[in-house]
């Protein structure tokens, strides 16, 4: 099948490779596979090449995207980059603004949301986004962009959900961009805005990062990422919060054991767990984070409690997707972040911050007084505009590298900010 895809390529011919998605890739229960409706289950031929709209349905209006002419739940195409199993179709939402497109169409900003789960049913084109994200999506469309929103690899689609694997996800973005692109030729413009919160900041910048060499044919302009989560190991600083806590929460160590971070031939996810929290890696393949963590407190479950393993040997077990190599990215990048985020701590933030200045990238890092790791979504949305109308315009933002200023402890959060707990 993959020779049969480098020969289409290589002969830029409309062929298909067939459906399978090819033994390396692990499906059913156990990677978190479910029944949702029949538009996510693709029985046809794939294309070779990954960024093909396989098909479209209306979607489910939500209350919060009113600046919506058009709102639809896609099917596309893109490429595994996690277990190396071809082409796969993965899920999404599209959002064209009312009105008509300008001369060459929308720019389009491509979304990439943060932690909901690895199951399938925890995809937002199946559950609806989150009301904190489509408030979030419904101002880039009040401004006239399109958007589209992958729901990841895996989320909706056949296999597990390689979750937090940077590269894995970024092709899921890219190809999101690209099959909008394809779909609506002249009403959406090659013009290119990435941004991501939490998980989807590790997306983000892991999209930019890939995109000169995955999708060329995209005019990137810009990358915004808040809630930064990617880990450089070379950058210059490196925040202390950064050590596996034997106290810390349980559920996005779940996700990863069910979301591909075990090393190919490595030991069974059971096998990592102790038997009293069971209970929640079962959870973590069939339901969603929100349950997750209400079961978690509930039962008084940790890291230092959970796992057969001590926290750091089992961050030692586990693949390091988070990490990034220092790169120079192709677009400017703006980063958000809360001083009052207590998921992500500012310090952490400020190492990503700091490792990519010292890469020579043209970085604006903004920080916000009393915003939480939730709030920071919607408190940045006004310099994220600032900077992407600059963009634009043709002028490249100076960026703040040299004004960089450590941070402290998580603050407070203000509760007067939207979704700011």
Known sequence: MRFL???CAAMLAGCAVPSSTGSRLPTGPVAGDQTLSPFYAWTGDLPARPGVMLRMEPQPTQPELTAAGLQQRILYSSTDARWRSGVIPVSGTLYLPQGTPPAGGW????????????ADSCAPSWTGHRPRDATYLNRWLQQGFAVVATDYQGLGGPGPHPYLFWEAEGRSILDSARAALSAYPGRIANEVVITG?????????GASRIAPEYAPELKLRATIATGVVPVFPQGPYQAPESAPNPKGPVRFAMLRLVGGAIPDGGPSAESLVTEGALPML????????DDMRGYEQRNGLNAGNSFA??????????LKSTEMSMTRM???????????DRTVPPRRQYAAAAALCAAGNPLTWQTYAGVSHNGIVNAAFDDELRFVRQVMAGQTPAGNCAALTLP?????????IPFND
């Not at 079962?282 to 984070?289: G, L, N, P």
């Not at 393993?309 to 586990?318: G, M, S, V």
């Not at 192709?330 to 009052?340: C, D, I, Q, R, S």
Request: with cysteine; net charge neutral; charged share 10%.
């Open 5 to 7: 895809a480098l020969a």
């Open 107 to 118: 720019p389009l900003v491509a979304w990439g949301h943060g932690t909901l789960g690895v």
């Open 197 to 205: 919160q939490s998980q989807g900041s590790a997306s983000s910048i």
């Open 282 to 289: 079962k959870m973590a393949r069939e339901t969603c984070v």
């Open 309 to 318: 393993r001590d926290p750091a040997a089992l961050e030692a077990l586990l």
């Open 330 to 340: 192709p677009a400017p990048v703006f980063l958000g972040t809360g001083l009052a």
């Open 408 to 416: 402290g402890t998580p603050g407070v959060a203000n509760p007067a």
